[in-house]
């Protein structure tokens, strides 16, 4: 079974610019997730998205960032303008289901993202 | 803000020894998920307890879960090298503490 995929691994910018992240989950998982880990911290959700519709974002910093998933499958993470502060990683993860109802949640690789 | 909180934030112990680390939180959940990160990878799940439950064995895991004290630990028997890695515990799954880092001395 294919896992989390995730694209690209690395990138760098500077501040002010935008960037895409891409993220296609395991086949057939309703539920996919975004994160941000700042080094030395642990994750911290953005966005949840049951199928195409979005759960919960109340970590998002919507001024800046944007995420949608349109056919309820691969999902972008948009970041503009980028400030220095969004250098972390970016995790995608998908769950067949919710994990409040006890399912395993499981991880892509992650992008790394560097704003200087 | 995170709802879990691993203790200690670093252990350092010989290989073969026990590793005990905690997470408290703060607000009721439906479960409590433990995972694993080597450096610079994803994280991988590890184990999964719900809050019926007080103990879970998995492998050379051990996790209590105390729900009067919003309190879970996760105990490593007779650690080996490639356990050295970030350990994490997440409310239903999804907030997650920052973490204990350990590392197995051979």
């Known amino acids: 079974e294919a896992g989390v995929a995730q694209s690209p691994r690395y990138k760098i910018i500077e501040k002010r610019q935008s960037v895409a992240f891409w993220c296609n989950p395991i086949s057939g998982h309703a539920t996919l997730y975004w994160y941000q880990q700042i080094l030395g911290q642990g994750p911290k959700l953005l966005i949840q998205?049951?199928?195409?519709?979005?759960?919960?974002d109340s970590q998002l910093p919507k001024d800046r960032f944007s995420a949608e998933r349109l056919k309820g499958v691969d999902s972008t993470l948009k970041i503009q303008p980028a400030k220095l502060e969004d250098s972390a990683v970016y995790l995608c993860a998908s769950s067949s289901r919710p994990t409040y109802s006890g399912n395993t949640i499981y991880f892509g690789e992650g992008s790394w993202l560097t704003v200087v | 803000s995170q709802q879990g909180e691993e203790d200690p934030q670093a252990l350092s112990i010989q290989e073969g020894e026990n590793a005990t680390m905690n997470c408290s939180y703060k607000t009721s959940i439906n479960n409590l998920q433990w995972y694993r990160q080597n450096s610079g990878r994803g994280l991988v799940h590890l184990i999964l307890i719900r809050s019926n439950e007080r103990e879970k064995h998995s492998g050379r895991l051990r996790v209590t879960l105390d729900t009067s004290k919003k309190s879970s630990s996760l105990l490593i028997t007779a650690s080996r090298a490639a356990d050295t890695a970030s350990y994490f515990c997440?409310?239903?799954?999804?907030?997650f503490g920052k973490g204990t880092h350990l590392i197995i001395q051979p």
């Open positions: 998205f049951q199928n195409n519709g979005v759960v919960d």
């Open positions: 997440a409310t239903d799954g999804i907030t």
